[in-house]
């Protein structure tokens, strides 16, 4: 009688356990449904096939940094920055991540290391890792709902295929994400970065935002994005996100021939003596 009970509780547990996994992957599904609904729609974003934006980048008092990113399907970014007269390039083509650092005395174009290679391969998901995101092999965690800012919030923990965590803060009524924190490693450290998402626009149907200010967990010092444009399916070609071969090197001058010598010069006539 006993074991008939014990076996008809755990039964329940089970069934109970069962059926709270279920009403969480449906939470976790209905809220991501409702934030593509809400950027505008599934068909709407998986029209665009290339995308352009114009953006100036503040990094500190008297420094900005006027910038274009291109994003292109299936999986190609690239990255322009202009600071004091020198342009930086950050790039993928789908396979390899390569760069153009002026700054730091480099005009080749230079493979990234695997660490900056996921942030790369991030950016050039234009649809955002939420799209999708099973086909994609990410892991989406609902971790209930948070203030920010005294605004409700859905907390959405996002554990990437590379092994990146990203969470995700929807505003409980727009559900347009207005808060993002990254866990990454870069060079063998494992860093925390924080974004504030905000300004959205309507651009060809699709909300975009136009502000989004950046920094490292816990830093006061903020990155302040603001973007001017945004431009739908422009044409954008392959090559752009190639990596370049190196430049040749300068031809050498041609080497100066060896001064011939003179022929000896013939002693002039004597005089004819008297």
Not at 197 to 210: C, H, L, Q, R
């Amino acid at each position: 009688m006993r074991s008939a009970l014990v076996r008809k509780l755990s039964f329940t547990i089970i069934a109970a356990l069962s059926l709270l996994a279920t009403v969480s992957a449906q939470s976790v599904d209905d809220i991501i449904a409702k934030n593509i609904q809400a950027r505008g729609g599934a068909d709407k974003l998986k029209s665009v096939q290339a995308m352009k934006t114009t953006a100036t980048m503040s990094m500190g008092p008297g420094m900005e940094a006027p910038g274009v990113v291109y994003v292109k399907r299936p999986n190609m970014a690239r990255l322009e920055f202009t600071v004091q007269g020198l342009t930086a390039v950050q790039a993928y083509d789908g396979k390899t991540a390569w760069a153009i650092m002026p700054f730091m005395g480099k005009k080749d174009a230079e493979a990234m290391s695997a660490d900056e290679t996921k942030e790369m391969q991030e950016m050039g998901d234009i649809d955002g890792p939420l799209v999708d995101y099973k086909s994609k092999g990410n892991q989406v965690e609902l971790l209930g709902k948070e203030k920010i800012e005294g605004t409700d919030a859905y907390k959405l923990k996002v554990t990437l295929k590379n092994g990146d965590v990203q969470t995700f803060y929807l505003d409980g009524d727009s559900f347009l994400e207005i808060k993002e924190e990254t866990k990454r490693t870069v060079r063998g450290t494992e860093q925390e970065f924080e974004s504030s998402i905000g300004d959205y626009k309507e651009v060809n149907g699709i909300m975009v935002p136009f502000a989004i200010e950046s920094s490292a967990k816990g830093h006061p010092e903020k990155q302040k994005i603001t973007i001017t444009k945004v431009e739908m399916n422009v044409p954008v070609d392959d090559s752009m996100f190639k990596m370049p071969p190196p430049a040749p090197a300068p031809a050498a001058p041609p080497k100066a021939e060896p001064a011939k010598p003179e022929p000896p010069k013939a002693n002039p006539p004597s005089p004819p003596s008297n």
